[in-house]
């Protein structure tokens, strides 16, 4: 059974960054496509940034330029670097773990990031 866990969030200012860690166990991100995704109160789950195994990344639009996502050499340790964080990026952040050749699906348990104007 894989498990994720998410760090890093916080509470921070208008402009600021933070950075996320997705830590799962074995090398999980060499063999599936890992995502952050972002959830507000009333809202749908939305993915805010992907990674496959390659390193081939895609972000959403409101957070390109700023969002970079990357995983560690060993695999097993995901991150997305936040910068001029902005109030619409406060959510709840989970990171999620998509098995490529058999499509099983694992989230965390999910980072709180609170952006005050």
């Known amino acids: 059974q894989v498990q994720l866990a998410e760090s890093g969030g916080g509470f921070v200012r208008a402009g600021e960054a933070l950075t996320l860690s997705c830590e799962g166990s074995?090398?999980?991100?060499?063999?599936?496509?890992g995502g952050w995704y972002r959830q507000t109160p009333g809202n749908e789950r939305e993915m805010v940034a992907s990674?496959?195994?390659?390193?081939?990344?895609n972000y959403t639009d409101s957070v390109k330029g700023r969002f970079t996502i990357s995983k560690n050499n060993a695999g097993n340790t995901m991150f997305l670097q936040m910068n001029s964080l902005q109030p619409d990026d406060t959510g709840v952040y989970y990171c999620?773990?998509?098995?490529?050749?058999?499509?099983?699906?694992?989230w965390g348990q999910g980072t709180q990031v609170t952006v005050s104007s």
């Open positions: 990674i496959t195994p390659t390193g081939y990344t």
């Open positions: 074995r090398n999980i991100f060499s063999i599936a496509i």
């Open positions: 999620r773990a998509k098995v490529t050749f058999n499509y099983n699906n694992y």
